[in-house]
């Protein structure tokens, strides 16, 4: 499970779908190519008070905040997703 504050979110996925990050990162060791879930925020200091929030917890709350939203943890796809 990776979670990050990114202003840039298309770009980001775009370059973990194809393995352009450093290999020995997080993300890169593990596969990080999916997204399942996100949150949308009006700024920078709002978005990494969550995310720091989000980093405390526990695996099995992050996996039920995850499921409240996406339930079957489909890939989300930016492009069609209206939301």
């Not at 504050?5 to 060791?29: D, K, P």
């Not at 949150?39 to 990494?48: K, L, R, S, V, Y």
């Not at 099995?60 to 492009?79: Q, V, Y």
Request: charged residues 25%; contains cysteine.
């Amino acid at each position: 499970m990776y979670i990050v504050h990114e202003s840039a979110i298309e770009r980001r996925l775009y370059e973990h779908s194809q393995n352009l990050g450093q290999t020995g990162r997080f993300t890169g060791r593990y596969q990080c190519n999916l997204l399942v879930y996100f949150e949308t925020f009006p700024d920078a200091i709002q978005a990494i008070a969550r995310e720091k929030e989000i980093k405390g917890w526990s695996r099995t709350k992050k996996e039920e905040l995850i499921a409240t939203m996406n339930p079957g943890w489909m890939s989300i796809d930016l492009r069609t997703w209206a939301g």
